[in-house]
């Protein structure tokens, strides 16, 4: 018997790709050599957005900014908990500026409790938030000083992951969180050190585990409400093993987005609380 599974609403921070482009290189999924078609990748990011709606979820919308092509990935400018809002410090100054972009927008709708952080976050790209802890990603963005700032800031146990493999460069590269309200979430080992690697089966003992194949089609990089899963369609070998465990896989297209080293989870930043 499957639990229960049930979605519960959301709310969704998105910046369309208006001004996508790939011109340098930050992660191995990035050459500036190929060419990208924003109008695909904005039918496609459009595409999720429906998607989103359709599930009853609410989203809402940073204005792009000429010159920050990857605005798109909009999980990575803050992280918010229980209405906290802890804002970005980029690692690469191609996307410094993104940041402020992100805490003028939530100072602008009013959140209180918003801070400037001292040492380098790319947001949920790097932290992921399960019922009991704040997963925190560490070795190619996050500075693992980030990791004390965001348990001072949130206090919630912050749990530091070390990253091994630059095509996993960020946290939500290769681990998603499927139910935040029982702690259960699928990742993809071999992007953790040993010692990671360890931690997480303590910490999740019966967690969906991706192969190398559904890894590198970037299927981690997942959404969840608690029921519907959206995920790249390309991760296929994801679907049974989630529908196995109650829940509604949902393949998405962003394969234009892909060129930018993100998909559905770089996308969508969710407001919590
Ligand atoms: N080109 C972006 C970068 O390398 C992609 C970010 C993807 N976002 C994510 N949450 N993993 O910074």
Request: aromatic share 10%.
């Amino acid at each position: 018997m499957h639990p229960l599974r049930r979605a519960t609403p959301r709310r969704y921070l998105m910046c369309p790709p208006v001004h996508f482009d790939v011109t340098y290189a930050i992660n191995p999924w990035m050459d500036p050599a190929k060419p990208v078609d924003v109008p695909l990748a904005l039918a496609q990011w459009e595409d999720l957005r429906g998607r989103y709606r359709s599930l009853g979820h609410t989203v809402e919308q940073l204005a792009p900014r000429p010159g920050l092509p990857d605005m798109v990935f909009a999980a990575n400018g803050a992280t918010v908990v229980d209405g906290r809002v802890l804002g970005a410090r980029f690692a690469f100054r191609e996307r410094a500026p993104e940041a402020a972009a992100h805490l003028e927008w939530f100072r602008a709708r009013g959140f209180a409790e918003v801070l400037e952080p001292v040492h380098v976050n790319e947001g949920e790209g790097d932290f992921a938030v399960t019922a009991s802890y704040v997963l925190a990603g560490r070795g190619f963005r996050a500075s693992p000083l980030s990791h004390g700032e965001a348990q001072e800031f949130f206090g919630r146990p912050v749990i530091g992951l070390d990253l091994v493999d630059p095509l996993f460069y960020h946290l939500d590269t290769a681990l998603a969180v499927l139910d935040d309200t029982t702690d259960e979430v699928m990742y993809y080992p071999r992007a953790f050190s040993p010692g990671s690697r360890e931690v997480l089966r303590r910490l999740f003992p019966d967690a969906l585990t991706a192969t190398d194949e559904d890894a590198a089609a970037m299927g981690l990089n997942a959404v969840s409400d608690g029921l519907n899963v959206l995920l790249p369609q390309e991760a296929a070998g994801l679907f049974g093993p989630l529908r196995d465990r109650g829940f509604t896989p949902i393949g998405i297209d962003l394969g234009e987005l892909l060129k930018g080293g993100g998909s559905v989870k770089c996308c969508t930043q969710e407001l919590r609380g």
